[in-house]
């Protein structure tokens, strides 16, 4: 296994992204790095609404916020010492793939083989795809 001291890992609420959470506290733990747990709220659908009414958004972030503070939580009680969370707006393509990758210089992100959203994978591809592609970094994806 590389050394890998930046781990970013994306989280949606399924299941594959959990599995790929405990993938990244597994890598975490074993090469004393930095967990980077990221969470995308996708504002592509609320983008006119949004510069009206943030309405739309907040219930969203709040859910974000109660995910990625489980998900801390788990990595802690692993024996992560260094966890840190992001919510970001936007493509979840575009952010897991380049944005947060650079931004936080991921030497590695993980991600589930899929996520919740079956039928944007069905004609755009997956997430995890889209990283695979475009990221900066060794990706790793964890299937089911």
Avoid: W
């Avoid at 930095?34 to 969203?60: C, G, K, M, Q, W």
């Avoid at 024996?79 to 393509?93: A, D, H, L, Y």
Wanted: proline share 2%; charged share 25%; aromatic share 4%.
């Amino acid at each position: 296994m590389g050394n890998y001291q930046n781990i970013l890992v994306g989280v949606d609420g399924s299941e594959e992204a959990e599995k790929a959470l405990m993938k990244a506290i597994g890598i975490a733990v074993k090469c004393e790095g930095r967990l980077i747990i990221a969470h995308v709220i996708d504002t592509r659908a609320y983008a006119s609404n949004e510069h009206y009414d943030h309405r739309f958004i907040e219930p969203l972030e709040e859910k974000a916020k109660e995910l990625l503070q489980a998900c801390k939580e788990k990595a802690e009680q692993a024996g992560v010492e260094n966890v840190q969370t992001i919510i970001e707006r936007g493509s979840p393509r575009a952010a897991m793939s380049k944005m947060i990758a650079a931004a936080y210089e991921a030497d590695i992100v993980v991600a589930g083989a899929t996520g919740q959203n079956a039928v944007e994978r069905l004609f755009l591809g997956s997430v995890s795809e889209a990283i695979a592609r475009k990221a900066p970094c060794d990706v790793l994806i964890v299937r089911s």
